[in-house]
């Protein structure tokens, strides 16, 4: 307890660190290139990590981001997307709440793919009946987001989708093939561009992945290996997929070769670090690079 | 009053079952009048001859027959009066034995209960604790004792109301009956004007007996009715006993409510049915004169003459008068049967436990089962059918158990589905040993399996016996496979001279065919150094020395080949070995299997149900720590404590983070961070350690939580199952499940698994996820503490499934720095050993200076030099969070 309690107030005293520069332009510059990259990566860890620290810096400077709309709202946009990467870590509320407002955002960084972000945060409840009620919340509250999800077109919102779809398909599990009827509808009858058709089939893909219960087969989400008949499967939605078999190209390389172009390299970073102060960040990197070349060629094999 | 008319009224039963009458009997009369009608006259010819023989005889017929039903009549009133006085239920002999036997029994329950009350307080099952169940136990193991005194008392209230009733109408003998059914008036004239013919006086006396026939069903019903209810009061009250034991034991109450809400209908049905009776007795005749004369309009049949009586025949039951109290009475008490049964349902649910369908139904069906004795099939039966769709009552006892097994089945089906229910949440609930249940087959199977007598077993000797028994098994069924394997290795190893002829053809025939290639591609390569193209031939030259060693490795197989020829009878006894240990390992699966499945171990849902809440509570208690090496320091006192819900909650959490390579790391740091780390900190923390654990880090030991193989194995494969989300690709399928167990996977197992799951979502996605725990691990030397990374197997599927011309090119875009910097080190020696088969279809810089088509290594190595500052370091500007996020590398 002892522990949680410095770690606590550590982080507030960082906290306030943040918050005193969360204004400076050299700031805002490093935190674009820290996100571009987070989500490049799809960083979740770290996108819960940042999304803990601006949030808790933007309590402290609140009054004078309300007051400051830019860059509120840049702050704003960044803590969005971050929880969209960060969505396994993230509490059921805030889910839910991201769901209902904000669910359009996804659309915002590239290859995001919502499913399987749920998919992980389902694989982190223990209780299958926890994982049923945050399914439930979203599927309730998904109802009533009231974000523009197509443009130019009758319907606009998310909920207006929502309500097209259960309409024509009904409220249970819908029917493939009418679910695809339904999609080339689209096309043909509203007339959609295919952006926004993909919008839609990611929409109604997710609702529709909430109405299978983690307690039936279909909806249960871990994919466990069982051997049956000495034979390998894999359990996944409630079907035994064989496992084949795989072939590894025969080598040794298990364990790294010291060569001689990696101790030149190695090297040429020692004679780098000299040319930076001490404590610079330029310092740190190529000290980092050096320690991870030394730990690096010092493994033993491991025969394979 | 009026509401119980307008119910009569509304019953489709009566006024169906009046109307056919009054229909039939109309029809019939037309029939016999039809003598005196003109265009009947033509007939009358016919009529004196042999058509007087014919109602000849079918008037003695239906003589007989009235005669027989107004004896069967007059003996069921008398029964059914004497019936409804009865009232010294709970005195017989059958109630006083039965009941002592009853309450005995529940008296030596009790001691049975209380173990079973010990043992939950014990194991904290809330449902059979002392505190919620000993109270209401002490309390009616008092009541038991006077149960029979308890419903003798209820018993007796109810038939206090009955018999004010039943004297009202008990004390004229069954004359009443006689007068109100009509039954003297059947075969007697009416005396008017009409003609008496043969036929006429066939038509009555059949009509009589139709009548007969109705009045007797109807008396029997009621008859039928009150002695069940007689015998029901003596077997409910003679089970009275077990109905306190099921107010204090809720196993119990499932089936003891039932007989309480029966019981309870049956109080109610008797003060209502004798009700009707005397209403029926009392007010018929008076009601019939109530509806006046000329309510019935003859047909062309019909005679009315001035004032006189409309009479339809000659039988003096269908002059007005006669027939509308008739018909009244039989209908009252109809209606009364109707209205007695849905006041006996509602007083149940008064009694505040309703009455389900399958009681009622069960009820009326031991209640009406006399009705198809009657003989007269046809009628009956339609009889029966048209009260069961008016009444719910069902008096066709065929039918009636038909429809009561059907509803059985039902309440099966639907507890079975429970059931499954049940199964299914253990299959999901998170790849422990419930998984095991489902996962070996349907839903279906498990729920079979928890519901049998295994369980029982299992409480009984316990899982660890089981598990031993297992075990024992399958080595049985592992000893002749283990053999089997050693021939077939043994036969692979060796080949008869025909075997080695056809291999070696093959063999030389690749040789030819590189021969052939070399040729033309040396022809190739020189026109393009001819022509300055240097890159191409210089490509070409690389293929040619590619061919020219594999030629060169053929060469060496047919050499190797050679060697292992032996004489065709070594093979011969080779192949018949092999053929009769399969035949005995075939055999010893059949006897075993079924053996090793019936030592399955149960899955305890309160247990598993309370250790998720357990973890959960834990996993609240942790959820803002973010800092690795902090969880991983309260794992270290989590496991030093035994505490397993808190082991399992920091686990998984770190395991959430991606951060439980940083467990193997720290706790099991010479396995790694890998699948085989995993294991080993499974076996750790369950004390399964092996030999060879012990013996590369003996501290391990320390690590023993307390925890069941398989509820550790449990965690070990939820971590896994994880690590597939975070791309922790080396430290998954560490598990796989074997006749409802978990077991440790081998490396050909983990590497078949990982890379099936990965291989799913296509080079190109693994490309841009994947990261150094995707390809492989970190080893920790425990006495310097230097790190190590490893490339696995995995890792080299990876690389192979990139080696193709459109990976090569997308390298650069798609994988990222951190993991081409960790796979730096190991491309020189991949190289040497010729791993990448394939080139980029872009020619370009390589890493060394020199202009080429680049293979996957080179792209490695070009991304690898792109990381120009670290991105940990970016971040802790950024957050200034003190750890170093990246540390571990």
């Known amino acids: ?304 | 009053m009026r509401e119980f008319l307008s119910k009569i009224k509304k019953s489709k039963t009566a006024i169906f079952c009046i109307a056919t009458f009054c229909i039939f009997s109309f029809l019939i009369g037309n029939f016999s009048f039809a003598e005196t009608n003109p265009a009947a006259a033509a007939g009358g010819a016919v009529l004196d001859g042999v058509g007087l023989a014919v109602a000849t005889l079918l008037s003695w017929i239906a003589w007989a027959f009235t005669i027989v039903f107004g004896l069967l009549l007059t003996l069921l009133v008398q029964i059914l009066v004497n019936v409804a006085q009865f009232s010294n239920i709970i005195n017989v002999a059958a109630v006083e034995k039965g009941w002592i036997i009853v309450r005995d029994l529940c008296n030596m329950s009790f001691i049975l209960i209380l173990l079973i009350i010990a043992f939950a307080t014990i194991l904290r099952q809330e449902n059979y604790s002392a505190k919620k169940i000993l109270p209401k136990l002490l309390l009616m193991a008092v009541l038991i004792n006077f149960s029979k005194t308890i419903f003798g008392l209820l018993i007796d209230f109810s038939q206090v109301v009955m018999l004010t009733f039943v004297n009202g109408f008990a004390q004229n003998g069954p004359g009443n009956f006689i007068a109100m059914f009509q039954t003297d008036k059947i075969m007697t004239m009416w005396g008017g004007k009409g003609d008496v013919s043969s036929w006429s006086i066939v038509v009555a006396i059949i009509t009589g007996v139709i009548a007969l026939i109705i009045t007797n069903i109807v008396v029997l019903v009621m008859l039928a009715i009150l002695v069940m209810r007689i015998i029901m009061l003596w077997v409910y009250t003679i089970l009275s006993p077990l109905v306190f034991l099921g107010f204090a034991f809720p196993p119990v109450q499932n089936y003891t409510k039932e007989i309480w809400e029966d019981f309870n209908k049956q109080l109610v049905v008797g003060p209502v049915l004798a009700f009707f009776l005397w209403l029926a007795l009392a007010t018929a005749s008076d009601s019939s004169n109530k509806l006046g004369s000329g309510a019935m309009i003859s047909g062309a049949g019909g005679t009315a003459v001035g004032g006189e009586q409309v009479c339809a025949g000659i039988s003096k039951l269908f002059c007005e008068g006669e027939f509308q109290t008739f018909i009244i009475t039989i209908g009252l008490l109809m209606g009364g049967l109707m209205v007695a049964q849905k006041a006996g349902g509602a007083a149940g649910s008064i009694a505040g436990k309703g009455m389900s369908l399958a009681q009622s139904t069960l009820k009326a069906g031991g209640i009406m089962a006399a009705s198809p004795l009657l003989g007269a099939k046809a009628l009956a039966g339609f009889t029966v059918d048209k009260i069961h769709q008016g009444t719910g009552v069902d008096l066709n006892l065929p039918r009636a158990w038909k429809v009561l097994q059907e509803r059985r089945a039902d309440i099966k089906k639907q507890r079975y589905a429970l059931g499954q229910q049940k199964a299914g949440q253990v299959m999901a609930g998170g790849n422990s040993l419930h998984g095991a249940l489902a996962m070996t087959g349907s839903p279906g199977d498990a729920w079979d399996q928890i519901t049998t007598l295994k369980g029982i077993r299992q409480r009984i000797m316990g899982g660890k016996y089981m598990e031993g028994k297992r075990g024992e098994y399958q080595t049985k069924i592992e000893a002749p496979g283990k053999e089997l394997k050693t021939l077939e290795e043994e036969r692979a190893g060796v080949l008869s001279s025909a075997e080695f002829e056809g291999q070696k053809t093959s063999r030389e025939v690749k040789i030819e065919e590189a021969e052939n290639q070399i040729i033309s591609k040396t022809a190739e390569a020189k026109t393009a150094q001819d022509a300055g193209d240097f890159t191409k031939a210089r490509t070409l030259n690389n293929e040619i020395d590619g061919l020219k060693k594999e030629q060169e490795e053929k060469r060496a197989e047919i050499a190797d080949l050679g060697g292992k020829v032996v004489s065709d009878d070594k093979i011969t006894s080779l192949n018949s070995q092999i053929a009769k240990k399969t035949g005995e390992v075939e055999a010893a699966k059949k006897e075993y299997q079924p053996k090793i499945d019936k030592n399955i171990p149960m899955y305890n849902f309160e247990a598993k149900g309370a250790e998720a809440k357990a973890v959960g509570e834990e996993a609240s208690k942790i959820k803002d720590i973010d800092d690795a090496s902090e969880l991983v320091r309260m794992l270290e006192g989590a496991i030093a404590a035994k505490e397993k819900s808190r082991i399992k909650a920091i686990s998984r959490k770190l395991t959430a983070d991606a951060n439980d390579n940083e467990i193997f790391e720290k706790l099991t740091p010479t396995a790694g961070s890998g699948y085989e780390g995993m294991q080993q900190f499974i076996r750790a923390i369950s004390g399964t350690l092996n030999e060879k654990d012990l013996a590369a880090n003996p501290s391990l030991k320390n690590l023993n939580a307390g925890f069941d193989p398989q509820e550790a194995m449990s965690l070990g494969a939820q971590m896994a199952e994880m690590n597939k989300k975070t791309n922790h690709w080396e430290a998954t399928a560490a598990y796989e499940m074997k006749d409802g167990q978990w077991e440790e996977t081998d490396a050909e197992s983990h590497a078949k698994i990982a890379s099936t799951e990965f291989g799913k979502n296509g080079p190109r996605a693994n490309a841009k996820n994947f990261n150094r725990l995707a390809m492989g691990k970190h080893i920790v030397d425990p006495a310097t503490g230097e790190k190590s990374y490893e490339l696995a197997d995995v890792g080299l599927i990876a690389l192979q499934s990139w080696d193709n011309p459109t990976s090569i090119d997308r390298m650069l875009e798609d994988m990222t720095e951190s993991n081409a910097k960790f796979l730096v080190p190991f491309l020189k020696k991949l190289e040497d050993e010729k791993f990448f088969k394939t080139r980029g279809p872009k020619e370009m810089i390589l890493s060394d200076g020199s202009k080429g088509y680049p293979n996957l290594a080179d792209m490695i190595r070009l991304k690898a030099n792109e990381a120009k500052v670290d991105f940990s370091e970016q971040f802790e500007n950024v957050t200034r969070v003190r750890e170093k996020v990246n540390k571990k590398v």
């Open chain 1, 1 to 304: 307890m002892e522990i949680s309690n410095n770690t606590t107030k550590n982080q507030t005293i960082k906290n306030i660190g943040i918050a005193n520069r969360l204004f400076d332009d050299d700031y805002l510059e490093s935190l674009k290139k820290v996100f571009d990259i987070i989500v490049r990566n799809n960083d979740v860890k770290h996108a819960q990590i940042l999304l803990k620290v601006l949030v808790a810096a933007m309590a402290v400077r609140k009054s004078e981001l309300e007051a400051n709309k830019e860059i509120n709202d840049f702050y704003k946009k960044i803590v969005i997307k971050l929880k969209f990467i960060a969505l396994p870590l993230l509490d059921d509320e805030d889910i839910i709440d991201l769901v209902k407002n904000y669910f359009v955002w996804q659309f915002r960084l590239p290859d995001y793919d919502i499913m399987e972000k749920l998919s992980t945060k389902l694989l982190n409840i223990l209780a299958l009946e926890d994982r049923d009620k945050l399914k439930a919340g979203l599927k309730r509250e998904i109802l009533n987001n009231r974000e523009m999800i197509t443009s130019r077109a009758e319907i606009r919102t998310v909920a207006g989708w929502l309500k097209n779809y259960i309409s024509k398909l009904g409220l249970g599990i819908a029917d493939n093939l009418k679910r695809t009827q339904y999609l080339v509808d689209l096309t043909k009858i509203k007339g959609l561009d295919e952006h926004y058709i993909k919008r839609l089939k990611t929409l109604f893909n997710f609702y529709e992945s909430l109405k299978f219960s983690s307690l039936t087969p279909l909806g249960f989400d871990e994919e466990t290996p069982i051997v049956i008949d000495e034979k390998l499967y894999i359990f996944r939605r409630g079907e035994l997929e064989p496992v084949g078999e795989v072939k590894i190209r025969q080598t040794t390389a298990s364990a790294p070769a010291a060569n001689k172009n990696e101790v030149q390299e190695s090297e040429a970073l020692r004679q780098m670090v000299s040319q930076y102060p001490v404590g610079s960040l330029e310092r740190k990197a190529v000290e980092e690079e050096i320690a991870k070349l030394k730990t690096g060629g010092g493994s033993k094999k491991i025969g394979r």
